[in-house]
C-alpha cells in the first residue's frame, strides 16, 4: 500500500544527494500526489441488429472530438434484444454484457449510463453530452496506472492495475477491469432500414478480465492499491486492437475511468 511513496522517495533521494547544500531535515518531505483531471464513462447498450444505435455511435465520436479520448471513455456492450436475431446472438454480443443489460432493467436501445449516475439512471444518446458536462467538474478521488503485457504465442495478456488514492478521505468501491476491442469491421443494421456489411465497430466489449462486479478496493490518501490481472484472448480478437478500461465504482456511480491500449 506504500508502493508509491517508496517511489517517490528514491526519487527524491537520488536527486537531493547531488545537492550538498541542503540539510538533511528536508530530504524526506512529503510529496503531495498530483490532481488529476476526471475521465467520464459511458457504457452504449448496443446491438447490430439496432437500427438507431448508429446514431448513438455518433454522439460518442462527437462527445469524444470535443473533449479527447482520455476524458470520455466509451465502451459499446452488445446486449438486449438487438443483440441476437430469432434468438441467435450477434458475432459482438456476449452474455456478460446482456447481464450488465438485465441488471439495469434496460428495455430499449440504444441506451446508456454515463458513469453510472444517479442510481444509475438511463440516459438517452442525446442527454449523454449533459452527464459528461456535468462529471468533468469534478476532481477524481483516485487515479490508476495501468501495465499489460502480451505473449503472442500463448495470447495470455498480463495485466497490473495501480489504484492511487488522491482524496483527502478513505476511497473505496469496486475495482473493474474490462477488454474493449476497436476497429470491428462487422455488420450493422443502419437508420435507414438498410444492412452495412462493413461497419467499423468501435470499443467494443469483449471481456470482464476481473469478477464481472468487480473486485473491494480501499485506498487512503497517497497510498496504492495493487491488483494483478490474467486474460487469454479469442483467437477472433486482434490484440493490437484492445485495450484495458479501468474503472473505480460505487453505488453513488464512476468514481475514475481510464484507458490504456493493450499494445503500445
Known amino acids: 500500500m506504500k508502493k508509491l511513496y517508496y517511489i517517490l522517495m528514491l526519487a527524491a533521494l537520488g536527486f537531493l544527494a547531488s545537492c550538498d547544500e541542503i540539510s538533511q531535515d528536508e530530504r524526506l518531505t512529503y510529496v503531495e500526489p498530483p490532481q488529476v483531471s476526471r475521465a467520464v464513462l459511458i457504457e452504449d447498450y448496443t446491438g447490430q441488429y439496432c437500427v438507431n444505435c448508429p446514431r448513438a455511435t455518433e454522439e460518442i465520436e462527437r462527445l469524444i472530438e470535443q473533449y479527447g479520448d482520455t476524458t470520455v ?37 440504444p441506451v446508456g449510463l454515463v458513469d453510472r449516475l444517479f442510481g444509475p439512471m438511463l440516459f438517452s444518446y442525446t442527454d449523454w453530452a449533459g452527464g459528461v458536462n456535468y462529471e468533468i467538474a469534478f476532481k477524481a478521488p483516485v487515479s490508476f496506472m495501468t501495465e499489460a503485457s502480451y505473449d503472442e504465442e500463448t495470447r495470455q495478456a498480463a495485466i497490473e492495475v495501480q489504484t492511487i488514492g488522491l482524496d483527502s478521505a478513505l476511497v473505496s468501491g469496486k475495482l473493474q477491469v474490462w477488454l474493449i476491442e476497436d476497429s470491428i469491421d462487422s455488420f450493422q443494421l443502419m437508420p435507414d432500414g438498410s444492412r452495412q456489411e462493413h461497419y467499423n465497430h468501435m470499443h467494443v466489449f469483449r471481456a470482464s478480465v476481473n469478477d464481472p462486479w468487480g473486485d473491494e478496493v480501499s485506498v487512503a490518501h497517497g497510498q496504492v492499491a495493487a491488483k494483478n490481472y490474467a486474460i487469454r484472448l479469442d483467437p477472433a480478437w486482434v490484440p493490437e486492437h484492445c485495450a484495458i478500461v479501468t474503472f473505480l465504482y460505487d453505488d453513488e456511480g464512476v468514481k475514475q475511468v481510464a484507458k490504456k491500449r493493450l499494445i503500445d
Open 73 to 109: 471513455i466509451a465502451v459499446a456492450i452488445h446486449s438486449g434484444p438487438f443483440g441476437k436475431y430469432k434468438g441467435e446472438p450477434s458475432p459482438l454480443y456476449t452474455e456478460t454484457g446482456d447481464m450488465y443489460f438485465s441488471k439495469w432493467g434496460m428495455s430499449a436501445q
